[in-house]
């Protein structure tokens, strides 16, 4: 009887640690953070600050909650997208709900919802949404478009299974679909409704919209997204350049531009292959992701034993910064070293972190850069500034265990402390050390900042943007399933005792006849 009963007690402890973990596989992994001398940083604290000064900055409409551009905006027009707008501020104070489960984080980025809800524009069966509050613009794209700003709604219906956020997220894929414009056997888009110009990038382009295809067939099995997510791809495979042996992407269509960036250049292209690759493996996104990453290697200038890239081919000028710059090709390339561990990609990825160390100004153990060389204004951000860079940083020390990244990184953060206000309980960033304008958003402001201190309190694997499948269970399932099976296992302990008991008293009632 005993050994039945640690079986049972062992099968539910498996059971529900399988459940929770997939629950929270989103949020969770190893506990991390960094030390200043003596005492240590609580990051998650940090993070909070950046959230509670974003609340400060909210701006209450009968229609929802928005934001202003920066503090003091006096028109109080919001934008919408993801980088610049109310979409990637409400997915930061999501992130901080799943870490605190302080509702108000809740109810702010579901009322962020509420106004985009409210603010649609239904066409052609789907939605979609002016670039800026009462400006006709409709983008299509990640950074400032349908794309990302579905991609919020799906992160809404993940943690809160409301259908009318996978609803809205569907119309937003609704309005690509019609968007797209079939040439040879892919698909393009323009860059905002009614433009002439055809974007490649992650940014504006057809691979931030193909990688929203992709998640949104995650959520629902629905063959057309995935089939668009391919058409994209295959629209890029058709426009490719084959040079130096791998292959790069022009800016735009008729572009003479051959950008190396993160964000609208062959780095983000060649990063939303690698995620077709890891959802479909098909080999042939893995054949061009790798192709991406051969062309940017063939651009590396070694420097003070490290490498370099220029921002677009035939030009000296090289940038730092996640989305423009070192830190996103390298970010690109780490990701390709660890999906296939091969040894080229680790020596250029440590390369860009080693020239980065090499030009970062330095004083009392702080840590930054300029946004390009010649050029010495300081971001904060996430987009070209210290929190982009300190993203990169993370994913180099998690994979590699080097203490000079721990060092820098550190001083990372002790140089964006140094650039904090405080104010009414929160924290907030001007754009920059000489740029007095305190930003909201996610690419420049609080909500990047604070992203960046969230993944140094919960260890995310940092990417950018942010790419996870959710092959996992919605965490309220899986808590449910936890407790069914607590449930479960108390009833069969339950009718046990009863049926134990039952042969005590018939025992009794024999020895009595």
């Given at each position: 009887?005993?050994?039945?009963?640690?079986?049972?007690?062992?099968?539910?402890?498996?059971?529900?640690?399988?459940?929770?973990?997939?629950?929270?596989?989103?949020?969770?992994?190893?506990?991390?953070?960094?030390?200043?001398s003596s005492s240590e940083y609580n990051y998650l604290d940090l993070s909070i600050k950046a959230g509670n000064w974003l609340l400060n900055q909210t701006l209450y409409d009968p229609e929802?909650?928005?934001?202003?551009?920066?503090?003091?905006?006096?028109?109080?027009?919001?934008?919408?997208?993801?980088?610049?707008?109310?979409?990637?501020?409400?997915?930061?104070?999501?992130?901080?709900?799943?870490?605190?489960?302080?509702?108000?984080y809740l109810i702010h980025a579901e009322n962020a919802a509420n106004w985009l809800i409210n603010n649609a524009i239904e066409e052609n069966s789907g939605v979609k949404w002016e670039q800026l509050e009462n400006t006709p613009n409709y983008f299509t794209g990640?950074?400032?478009?349908?794309?990302?700003?579905?991609?919020?709604?799906?992160?809404?219906?993940?943690?809160?299974?409301?259908?009318?956020?996978?609803?809205?997220?569907?119309?937003?894929?609704?309005?690509?679909?019609s968007e797209?414009?079939?040439e040879g056997s892919g698909c393009k888009w323009k860059w905002y409704q009614n433009n002439s110009f055809n974007y490649t990038g992650w940014d504006v382009g057809a691979a931030g919209?193909?990688?929203?295809?992709?998640?949104?067939?995650?959520?629902?099995?629905?063959?057309?997204?995935?089939?668009?997510?391919?058409?994209?791809?295959?629209?890029?495979?058709?426009?490719?350049?084959?040079?130096?042996?791998?292959?790069k992407w022009p800016y735009y269509e008729n572009s003479i531009i051959n950008s190396t960036e993160l964000g609208s250049g062959t780095a983000g292209v060649g990063n939303f292959f690698l995620e077709l690759f890891k959802s479909t493996l098909n080999t042939t996104y893995l054949q061009y992701a790798e192709g991406a990453a051969r062309w940017?290697?063939?651009?590396?200038?070694?420097?003070?034993?490290?490498?370099?890239?220029?921002?677009?081919?035939?030009?000296?000028?090289?940038?730092?910064?996640?989305?423009m710059g070192a830190a996103g090709i390298g970010l690109y390339l780490s990701n390709l070293y660890n999906q296939t561990m091969n040894g080229t990609y680790q020596k250029y990825s440590q390369g860009v972190v080693q020239w980065l160390l090499s030009i970062a100004f330095s004083k009392n153990k702080t840590y930054w850069w300029p946004v390009f060389i010649g050029f010495n204004e300081n971001f904060t951000g996430l987009?070209?500034?210290?929190?982009?860079?300190?993203i990169f940083l993370i994913q180099m020390y998690n994979l590699f265990k080097n203490q000079t990244y721990y060092q820098y990184l550190n001083g990372t953060i002790e140089w964006l402390l140094s650039q904090a206000i405080p104010e009414n309980g929160g924290l907030k960033w001007p754009r920059s050390e000489n740029y007095s304008k305190f930003y909201t958003d996610w690419s420049w402001g609080g909500a990047g900042i604070g992203h960046f201190f969230l993944q140094l309190s919960t260890l995310?694997?940092?990417?950018?943007?942010?790419?996870?499948?959710?092959?996992?269970?919605?965490?309220?399932?899986?808590?449910?399933?936890?407790?069914?099976?607590?449930?479960?296992?108390?009833?069969?302990?339950?009718?046990?005792?009863?049926?134990?008991?039952?042969?005590?008293?018939?025992?009794?009632?024999?020895?009595?006849?």
């Amino acid at each position: 009887m005993k050994i039945k009963k640690l079986a049972l007690i062992l099968i539910f402890i498996i059971v529900l640690n399988f459940s929770i973990e997939n629950g929270i596989k989103y949020t969770k992994s190893t506990s991390f953070s960094f030390k200043k001398s003596s005492s240590e940083y609580n990051y998650l604290d940090l993070s909070i600050k950046a959230g509670n000064w974003l609340l400060n900055q909210t701006l209450y409409d009968p229609e929802g909650y928005k934001w202003p551009e920066y503090q003091n905006y006096t028109e109080k027009r919001n934008y919408t997208g993801m980088n610049s707008g109310l979409s990637g501020i409400g997915y930061f104070l999501l992130e901080l709900y799943l870490q605190t489960r302080d509702n108000r984080y809740l109810i702010h980025a579901e009322n962020a919802a509420n106004w985009l809800i409210n603010n649609a524009i239904e066409e052609n069966s789907g939605v979609k949404w002016e670039q800026l509050e009462n400006t006709p613009n409709y983008f299509t794209g990640w950074f400032h478009g349908a794309a990302g700003i579905g991609y919020y709604f799906t992160e809404l219906y993940y943690i809160t299974l409301n259908s009318t956020y996978l609803e809205f997220a569907n119309k937003a894929g609704n309005w690509l679909i019609s968007e797209a414009i079939p040439e040879g056997s892919g698909c393009k888009w323009k860059w905002y409704q009614n433009n002439s110009f055809n974007y490649t990038g992650w940014d504006v382009g057809a691979a931030g919209i193909g990688h929203y295809f992709l998640r949104l067939y995650h959520f629902t099995s629905n063959v057309t997204y995935i089939q668009y997510a391919k058409s994209a791809a295959q629209w890029l495979i058709n426009f490719a350049i084959p040079e130096n042996g791998g292959y790069k992407w022009p800016y735009y269509e008729n572009s003479i531009i051959n950008s190396t960036e993160l964000g609208s250049g062959t780095a983000g292209v060649g990063n939303f292959f690698l995620e077709l690759f890891k959802s479909t493996l098909n080999t042939t996104y893995l054949q061009y992701a790798e192709g991406a990453a051969r062309w940017l290697i063939s651009l590396a200038i070694p420097e003070n034993g490290g490498y370099k890239f220029p921002i677009y081919q035939g030009t000296p000028s090289y940038y730092t910064g996640l989305s423009m710059g070192a830190a996103g090709i390298g970010l690109y390339l780490s990701n390709l070293y660890n999906q296939t561990m091969n040894g080229t990609y680790q020596k250029y990825s440590q390369g860009v972190v080693q020239w980065l160390l090499s030009i970062a100004f330095s004083k009392n153990k702080t840590y930054w850069w300029p946004v390009f060389i010649g050029f010495n204004e300081n971001f904060t951000g996430l987009e070209r500034g210290a929190a982009g860079i300190g993203i990169f940083l993370i994913q180099m020390y998690n994979l590699f265990k080097n203490q000079t990244y721990y060092q820098y990184l550190n001083g990372t953060i002790e140089w964006l402390l140094s650039q904090a206000i405080p104010e009414n309980g929160g924290l907030k960033w001007p754009r920059s050390e000489n740029y007095s304008k305190f930003y909201t958003d996610w690419s420049w402001g609080g909500a990047g900042i604070g992203h960046f201190f969230l993944q140094l309190s919960t260890l995310y694997q940092p990417t950018f943007p942010i790419i996870d499948e959710k092959d996992n269970f919605p965490l309220f399932l899986s808590l449910l399933i936890g407790v069914v099976f607590l449930s479960a296992f108390l009833l069969i302990i339950f009718i046990r005792k009863r049926k134990k008991k039952r042969e005590t008293v018939q025992n009794l009632n024999k020895k009595i006849q």
